[in-house]
């Protein structure tokens, strides 16, 4: 049986490493008045923890849903993640705020994406029958 220092140097030389434990706290930065991600919304999420919960919660290609867009914060990260995103929101201003989004987006490595408003149920469900295949 090996030690615990045995052990840690085996896994190392095969290229296992021990990485840092995560914690239940997450230090990100609030978004202050004159962010430069800042698109006008007044509950708008910093990108950051957006981004960890689609990173964590779904994989490149899937279907991730908003049922309150607001900014559109979700719709840019899925974007700059590769994901496809439905984005819903009450407010009608959701669109003029995405597209500042989209203008702040690092979308060099993204995929070519499309976006279509206000879809008829039978377009909005082609498309996610498509995005499933």
């Not at 615990?4 to 997450?26: C, D, F, H, M, S």
């Amino acid at each position: 049986m090996l030690s615990i220092k045995e052990r840690q140097r085996y896994l190392a030389k095969l290229g296992y490493y021990k990485g840092k434990n995560p914690t239940n706290v997450w230090e990100i930065g609030r978004l202050n008045g004159n962010s430069s991600e800042r698109v006008g919304h007044p509950t708008q999420k910093p990108t950051e923890i957006i981004r960890r919960f689609v990173k964590s919660l779904s994989y490149e290609g899937s279907l991730v849903l908003d049922f309150f867009a607001g900014s559109g914060t979700t719709g840019r990260v899925c974007i700059e993640e590769n994901r496809h995103s439905i984005m819903v929101d009450a407010d009608n201003s959701l669109t003029g705020y995405f597209h500042k989004h989209l203008e702040n987006a690092d979308l060099s490595k993204s995929k070519p994406y499309e976006i279509i408003e206000n879809p008829s149920l039978d377009d909005f469900l082609n498309m996610v029958r498509n995005s499933a295949n």
